[in-house]
């Protein structure tokens, strides 16, 4: 049986890989401005090697930052050691396919795809660009569809709230990463069933629940971003935390997620959330006054 886990267990760091959204307003987007600094790049190291010319406009450090940067380089097909340079993004997507995602590529993990293509080839900012593919290639290969694969996870005992409840039962889909999560009075099947349901009631049933029978189920992520996030918000005796539950999703929701490159809200309704900030004062007051207190309390709390 897996130990049971609570709102004071030290997390681990969450670590993710920088966004790469492209443009939707008709203006280029980060990979085609990734494509034309990297040709750039190899132009002015050529230019500097083969001839010693700078780039009209470099000032004396930039010139000096360049000659420092050549250096490592070999002449004319440009070697960095036995590391033959990659010039365009192009190439280096091609390079990437072969040793990631083709037949002979077996896609492998990050750090074995990394250490493969980077005893052969260099470019410039490789690092990031691969874990940045290799993620985005895994993702999209998990899963094509909203709520056909999610990931679920029961936590606790938690500090008993007024309410009762003493677990939290969440449910991550993985293609937007929209999480649900339920406050528990038991861990008990019948009331996990109950929740379920009600995911399927909402979502329709997905293909595939991925769990490991009870020990510990996979949804780690989720789990960690829940619980640190409560953790900020709950009294000194930690017995408020499902009054923050709700708030708690909210804020998971609609915050850019390093996986996908979007909000899990705009991925399941195709716009962005609306903040209470957004709403005219008057129509936000009116609906705050009519919310029960233990809301109010929560609500300010959550704005504090």
Not at 23 to 29: A, H, R, W, Y
Not at 36 to 54: D, L, M, N, P, Q
Request: hydrophobic fraction near 35%; include cysteine.
């Amino acid at each position: 049986m897996a130990q049971e886990r609570g709102l004071s267990r030290q997390q681990p760091a969450f670590r993710g890989v920088e966004p790469q959204p492209s443009s939707s307003d008709g203006t280029q987007d980060l990979a085609q401005v990734r494509q034309c600094t990297v040709e750039k790049k190899w132009e002015e190291i050529y230019a500097f090697i083969s001839a010693g010319s700078y780039p009209s406009g470099y000032d004396q450090a930039q010139r000096q930052n360049l000659r420092r940067y050549a250096s490592k380089f070999k002449q004319k097909e440009l070697f960095v050691g036995t590391r033959r340079v990659v010039k365009t993004m192009d190439d280096a997507r091609k390079i990437f396919h072969e040793f990631h995602s083709s037949p002979i590529g077996g896609h492998t993990g990050t750090h074995k795809t990394l250490n493969a293509v980077y005893s052969r080839f260099y470019w410039f900012g490789m690092t990031v660009d691969i874990k940045t593919w290799v993620c985005i290639n895994c993702f999209w290969e998990t899963t094509d569809c909203l709520w056909e694969l999610i990931g679920i996870d029961l936590t606790g005992p938690l500090p008993k709230t007024s309410s009762g409840f003493q677990y939290i039962l969440t449910a991550t889909d993985y293609f937007s990463k929209w999480v649900e999560a339920f406050p528990l009075k038991t861990k008990s099947a019948s009331e996990v069933a109950q929740h379920l349901c009600s995911i399927i009631y909402r979502h329709g049933c997905p293909k595939r629940i991925l769990s490991d029978q009870g020990r510990e189920f996979v949804n780690e992520v989720s789990y960690n971003l829940v619980l640190i996030s409560l953790r900020k918000l709950v009294n000194d005796q930690q017995n408020n935390w499902d009054l923050y539950l709700e708030p708690t999703l909210f804020s998971l929701r609609s915050k850019v997620h390093t996986t996908t490159k979007y909000t899990p809200f705009f991925l399941m309704y195709g716009r962005e959330a609306v903040f209470p900030s957004e709403v005219p004062a008057q129509v936000t007051r009116r609906a705050c006054t009519s919310d029960p207190p233990e809301t109010q309390h929560a609500r300010k709390r959550w704005h504090s």
